[in-house]
């Protein structure tokens, strides 16, 4: 079975600091997706990013950056210089197609709240 | 454009009732979704179909049920409401590749008293 862990269930920053959110994630197979959400305040869900098990490849879009480590089953998820709006719940997902799936396996989510 | 809605946004309910929450996508994806998110659990799968006629139970099917006798809808009923069921519910649309995200909808608030 597949398992995603976000141990980090609230995190407090002071605008323009760094701030990582870690995603840990458990399967046994070789393929595998991984998603990372956003929600936002007023409820909705938000895609920012995907990753293949066999891109390893880090992503960097305008502040954000991510970082996948298949030797440490992590997709960690950097907000470079954050602000205000970054203020949100963030969600790690897993996803596998083992007989025949293509579900989300969520984590419990980070609440990041940013601060002036 | 495409789109996936939920309806109601918002809904009260008593104990006991049986309730229906709506779910209706126009991206024509095979793969349909319904999770709960409730705090410190993050969102949990109820049921899910991967297409007309399949449906099948999520980590946390008891109470609910779904049907898919169409492409576009995935309807979940609470055969009989409890409180334990007060939560926000998402459903979802996912294409049929698994690196494709999923498309969610706004959520609808539940409330059983």
């Known amino acids: 079975a597949q398992k995603v862990t976000q141990a980090q269930t609230e995190i407090s920053v002071v605008e323009k600091e760094d701030v990582t959110l870690d995603c840990v994630y458990e399967t046994r197979d070789t393929t595998y997706y991984l998603f990372w959400y956003k929600q936002p305040p007023s409820g909705e869900l938000v895609f920012l990013i995907r990753r293949n098990s066999f891109d390893e490849q880090n992503e960097i879009s305008g502040r954000y950056s991510w970082n996948f480590q298949k030797s440490t089953s992590s997709f960690n998820f950097t907000i470079t210089a954050s602000q205000v709006v970054d203020s949100a719940v963030y969600f790690c997902a897993l996803v596998i197609l083992t007989g025949g799936g293509n579900k989300l396996t969520f984590g419990t989510g980070t609440q990041l709240k940013v601060e002036l | 454009d495409a789109e996936i809605t939920q309806s109601p946004r918002h809904k009260i309910t008593e104990t006991g009732r049986q309730v229906t929450l709506a779910c209706h996508q126009t991206?024509?994806?095979?793969?349909m979704f319904w999770y709960r998110q409730d705090l410190g659990h993050g969102l949990r799968l109820i049921h899910y179909s991967y297409g007309v006629q399949d449906t099948n139970k999520g980590e946390v099917s008891d109470g609910y049920s779904v049907s898919r006798s169409n492409t576009e809808d995935l309807p979940l009923t609470l055969e009989s409401a409890a409180s334990s069921q007060t939560s926000v519910y998402f459903c979802a649309s996912k294409p049929g590749t698994g690196l494709s995200e999923a498309f969610f909808g706004q959520g609808t608030r539940l409330t059983v008293v």
């Open positions: 991206w024509n994806h095979n793969n």
